[in-house]
């Protein structure tokens, strides 16, 4: 299990640098230098935290009280920050979305604080309506990290629970996504959760194939890279039914998303599908759907190696959604001829941030082993 746990802690240290390195670039010269150190100290926190899981006789007590002032902490950096000076729009599109479609507006024209328009597709937008009526739909961050600390926890137990949650707080990502009030990685952690829940009270596809692709297709509803964890769970036992279960789960998966597009398409279908920046074009820009597809078929293949062995799905997954991000990012470069421009507004680091959640996993349940 070294490299796999080598390899989760480099990547995770090395998505972190980027932001590190990208930020404190704006305010010193001597940015290099701060990441570098961030580097060394979080190196250093793992390196000696299995030797203080041992030592620590109340770790839940720990965990809880690690968890309350992230959060708390969280909340306040959100509400200290003006929402409209952030040179970000995640939390305006979905902010704006809702606006027009309670005011009978058609949701996906709806322009964001900074011009822009809405990405996530219906299910998550839907999601976001108890926060809009609080004022803020980038509260839901909060939700998703105490969800996720707590489904971490009561799988996997406390000192895993207590080592996920350092590592949240280790992390500038998970930080600067909170700061800017960002639903991405809000999202891929209600993902990881359900899939959690689904591995921990075995819920098979061969005997809840209709539930698991009405799910999916819910899922799918949120942002479309939400098939890699799924892919990557189910992939061996979707190859393992017969063609006849094949073709209904995947009509099941696809019937649902549609009939949470459909509203949307009777509304305005030709905004939907034929405006330059719908939510399709706008998910695909670190990734065509046609190589999301690609990493899909991947992770199915490569649960034909692990079978029913699922140890090692969080280091795959977070590798599947950081290899998606980079060869996006390569392939941009190499159009743009823009190798240099990495930290420019042509690229979007935040995405990398997609695979954190699965790396934290995996990290946290290596330290408690080592």
């Known amino acids: 299990m070294r490299t796999p746990r080598f390899i989760s ?8 640098v980027l932001f590190v390195d990208k930020y404190t670039a704006r305010i010193t010269e001597w940015h290099a230098v701060v990441s570098i150190a ?10 000696v935290l299995p030797q203080l899981l041992k030592r620590i006789h109340h770790p839940q007590r720990w965990l809880w009280v690690l968890a309350c002032g992230l959060i708390l902490t969280g909340i306040g950096i959100q509400y200290a920050i ?3 000076g952030l040179q970000v729009d995640r939390w305006s599109a979905i902010h704006h979305f809702l606006d027009g479609m309670l005011e009978g507006t058609y949701p996906y024209g709806q322009q964001t604080h900074l011009g822009g328009y809405g990405s996530p597709f219906p299910v998550w937008q839907v999601l976001h309506i108890p926060f809009y009526a609080l004022g803020n739909v980038g509260l839901s961050i909060f939700i ?3 969800l996720y600390i707590f489904s971490v926890w009561r799988i996997y137990g406390d000192h895993v629970g207590l080592v996920a949650t350092v590592l949240l707080l280790l992390s500038p990502a998970i930080w600067y996504e909170i700061a800017v009030r960002s639903d991405l990685i809000t999202n ?3 993902v990881a959760i359900l899939v959690e829940w689904l591995m921990y009270y075995r819920i098979e596809l061969r005997e809840h194939a209709v539930a698991l692709a009405i799910l999916a297709g819910l899922l799918l509803s949120t942002r479309l890279v939400a098939v890699i964890p799924l892919a990557v769970v189910y992939g061996y036992a979707f190859l393992k039914l017969d063609w006849k279960k094949q073709c209904l789960f995947i009509g099941v998966v696809a019937t ?11 509304w305005e279908g030709s905004t939907l599908l034929f405006f330059e920046y719908n939510p399709f074009v706008l998910q695909t820009r670190q990734g065509s ?8 078929a991947i992770a199915i293949g490569i649960t034909i190696f692990q079978k029913e062995n699922l140890q090692l799905r969080h280091v795959v997954t977070g590798g599947l959604l950081s290899c998606l991000v980079v060869i996006a990012f390569i392939e941009k470069m190499w159009i743009e001829d823009a190798w240099n421009a990495l930290y420019s507004s042509m690229f979007d680091i935040t995405y990398l941030s997609l695979a954190l959640p699965f790396y934290i996993i995996a990290i946290s349940r290596f330290e408690v082993k080592c």
């Open 188 to 190: 891929i952690m209600f």
């Open 289 to 296: 759907i046609l190589a999301l597809g690609l990493f899909a």
């Open 144 to 146: 998703i990290l105490g």
């Open 256 to 266: 649902v998303f549609a009939l949470t597009m459909l509203p949307f398409l009777f």
């Open 82 to 84: 003006d929402p409209m």
């Open 38 to 47: 961030y580097a060394l100290f979080t190196l250093g926190v793992l390196f």
């Open 9 to 16: 802690i480099a990547l995770f240290i090395l998505i972190n």
